[in-house]
């Protein structure tokens, strides 16, 4: 074995990152994507994917004249794979960071599932500087875990099954997660192929089994006070037969804490609804951007004129 220094493969070496933070002797990289020109829109993953997953998206959006932007979440895809940083104020930081790298201005976040929650955290912490428009897809806030005073949330009991499962079996858990996350009993082989659920598995297997599992606690987070700091246009989206994150207890809770936020509800739509009802999500996420004045300068849309509901 060669002693010395440690060459990154060269295909590595030319994708992109953006530094986030150090541990012991290595850095903290997020891999990103940076697509098209006009008004950004950063589009942040769900658990346990990557900036992938956005693949029936991304095409629309660039088509319509936006600049998209992907990125990995620690621990998740092409980013480093560290042992800590899976709370919500770091992952906010995080995206922080990328945005002031970038430099990006008028951006308009959309998080799906876990990714909802950075948005929220961001929006609640850094504030809308930055920031034209929200957008939750199928998102974990306000708050999932049943308190005294969140009567209406999701049993303690469930996550701990969740963390056991994975440290069981993260494969096996992982099989079972997506055949709820799609509701596979009911759209295999009608809106979703076993090759795109098996991309997702390979695509979930591959992430810092760690993170994986940290990333669980970091869902009982309570968004609540951050959702009423949001002063900016809001979308929210939300499939009313979502198995992972319920309807009743985020989309339904989120859009009403969130004053002239937008609601788009689809129909027997399941969690990961950015796939199989992609149409859906890009009619509604491409409508509400053109209704954002920043948007309009940037991409040539007209002016919406129909109210937020």
Known sequence: MCMGQFNKPKEIETMPFITVGKENSGEIDLYYEDHGSGTPVVLIHGWPLSGASWERQVPALLEAGYRVITYDRRGFGHSSKPAKGYDYDTLAKDLGTLMTTLNLNDAVLVGFSMGGGEVARYLGTVGSQRVSGAVFVSA?????????DNPDGVDGSVFEGIMQGIIADRPAFLTAFFNN????????SKLISEEAIRLSWNI???ASAKGTLDCVSAWLTDFRNDLKKIAVPTLVVHGDADRICPFGVTGKRTHEAIPGSRFVVVEGGPHGLNWTHAGELNRALLDFLRTLPAQEKSAGAETSSKKMH
Do not use: G, S
């Not at 974990?140 to 005294?148: E, G, I, N, R, Y």
């Not at 996350?181 to 295999?188: K, L």
């Open 140 to 148: 974990v806030p306000p708050f999932l875990l049943k308190t005294a």
């Open 181 to 188: 996350f799609y509701n596979v009993d009911i759209f295999r």
């Open 204 to 206: 979930a297997a591959m």
